[in-house]
Structure formats: structure tokens, C-alpha cells
């Protein structure tokens, strides 16, 4: 049983976040830990803070009463999945959520990719990629308005270079579901291409987690890698992309690149992020 972190800011894709949470600890037999990040202080004021705004009580039964509502709203019975609200003040919501996670003792973290108000800044551009890299926690980002499907199979692209590594972080969770691990590996025809598939295959056939397989593709040395991963994903068949983030990786070159380039990978499914050592 996993134990899942859901920040919320209350909008819409936040929301969406914590419907996925719901059916996806449903189906997994796992409880949420809903968290909400309240301002510490307000600087453009000089009226102290707990003069006007909620307190933390209130604040965690207003929370409550939302999901609640959420949940009922769309047939849901609350009741079908353990659930606690968290409430803490910051002013820097990543690290609201860092420490939620830690004091929960969470397994993974569930979030939308558009938030509003004190969440935005998690969501959206650069600072998507400045929480990633500074909360290194199991992330899974859900597209705002995908709806939780049961998870049968996972896309993976690996250069095959730490393969093992890699599988050591990802099978876990694949194991979880019972799921199919699919390895996309791009070749481009280079000098080292030939060994690391043949050790690549190797390696997988001698896994005890069977349910793995090693699609290799001829990449487009015109496209980056999300264009060519874009090219041969089936959303009908698969749940979730799973990408290992490592310091200097291409996840980051992604997440800070083109606006154009992160709408071509975050508008179909979630995205797991994991974090390798």
C-alpha cells in the first residue's frame, strides 16, 4: 500500500489531480494525504495574518469539506479511500510540499500540470522543472484533463547506457501494477549501438520481472527525443510515461526548453517522474 502526497490549490486542474489520486489509491489499495500550502505572510500588508486570513483549522475542514464535495459531485464515495488533510505555511509552496512528503512519510506525489494562485508557480514553465530537480521524490504529473484509466502499461525511453540503474528504479513500480514495462531505445546507427542493445537484451531477458519489452526504433536525428517518443506512442494503449530525471539529463534540457516542445509530451498522458542516485 503506497501512501500518496496531493497538493492543491483548489482549481480545476487540481481537481482533475485529486480524482486521478482517488481512483488511482483505489486502485492500488493506497491512501491520500491532501496538502495545502497557506501564506506565511503577506508582505504588501501590514495587518498580521491571523487577523484575516483562515487559521489552520479552518483552513484543513474547508480542505476537507472541497475534497468531500469533489468526490460526491462525481459519484464518489470518500469513504472508499483513506484520506487526512495537511496544512502548513509557506511561502515557498515546493518546499511546503517537500517537507509534507517527508513528514507523511509519502511514497509518491500526485499533481496537475496547471495550477492557479499559490500553486502556479509549481505548475507551469521553468518552475515545473525547478520542483522536479529540488524535490527529489516519485512525481506523477497528470495532464489537465485526463482521467484515470487502469494502468496496464508503461513507456519508457533509455539510451540503454544505465540500463541498469534505470530498471532497478522503475520495475519497482511497474511491479506495483503488474504492468508492461515497454523500453523504447532510438537507434541512430552509431559505433555503440550494436553492444548496448545486445547487452540491453540480455540483461532484460534475465530479469525475474518478466513483463518487459525492448522496442527498438530507428531515431530521426531531425527530431528531438520527445518528437521521435511522440511519434510512436499509442495514448489508447498506454498510462503513463515513466522518465528517470539524473542531473544535466534530457528531462531537463525538456522541461526548459521550448514551450512548443513540452506541449508535444505533456498534452496526452501522466508522466512519472523518478530520480535516479
Not at 29 to 44: G, K, T
Not at 150 to 160: A, C, G, K, M, P
Request: aromatic fraction near 10%.
Amino acid at each position: 500500500m503506497l501512501k500518496i502526497l496531493v497538493p492543491t490549490d483548489y482549481s480545476p486542474a487540481a481537481k482533475n489531480a485529486c480524482l486521478y489520486a482517488y481512483h488511482f489509491a483505489l486502485y492500488t489499495n493506497s491512501s491520500i494525504a491532501l496538502y495545502h500550502a497557506m501564506p506565511a505572510s503577506v508582505p504588501i500588508s501590514g495587518i498580521p495574518f491571523e487577523n484575516y486570513y483562515l487559521d489552520e483549522f479552518e483552513e484543513k475542514n474547508l480542505l476537507e469539506d472541497a475534497y468531500k464535495s469533489l468526490l460526491k459531485k462525481h459519484h464518489l464515495d470518500p469513504d472508499l479511500v483513506e484520506c487526512q488533510s495537511v496544512i502548513s505555511k509557506h511561502n515557498i509552496v515546493t518546499q511546503g510540499i517537500k517537507e509534507a512528503y517527508e513528514t507523511q512519510q509519502c511514497d509518491v506525489v500526485i499533481m496537475g500540470t496547471h495550477g492557479a494562485s499559490g500553486l502556479k508557480a509549481v505548475f507551469l514553465g521553468s518552475n515545473t522543472a525547478q520542483f522536479i530537480s529540488e524535490v527529489k521524490v516519485p512525481i506523477i504529473i497528470v495532464p489537465k484533463d485526463y482521467k484515470f484509466k487502469s494502468i496496464y502499461h508503461f513507456i519508457y525511453s533509455s539510451d540503454l547506457k544505465n540500463l541498469a540503474e534505470e530498471l532497478g528504479i522503475i520495475v519497482p513500480f511497474a511491479n506495483v501494477f503488474h504492468a508492461a514495462l515497454e523500453i523504447f531505445y532510438f537507434d541512430y546507427a552509431g559505433p555503440e549501438s550494436e553492444k548496448l542493445i545486445l547487452d540491453a537484451q540480455q540483461f532484460i531477458f534475465e530479469q525475474e520481472y518478466k513483463n518487459i519489452k525492448l522496442n527498438i526504433k530507428k531515431g530521426n536525428i531531425h527530431l528531438s527525443i520527445v518528437e521521435n517518443l511522440n511519434k510512436h506512442i499509442n495514448p489508447g494503449n498506454t498510462q503513463m510515461l515513466i522518465m528517470c530525471r539524473a542531473e544535466h539529463s534530457w528531462l531537463d534540457k525538456l522541461l526548459l526548453g521550448s514551450n512548443s516542445q513540452k506541449m508535444v509530451l505533456y498534452a496526452g498522458l501522466p508522466i512519472l517522474v523518478l530520480h535516479k542516485s
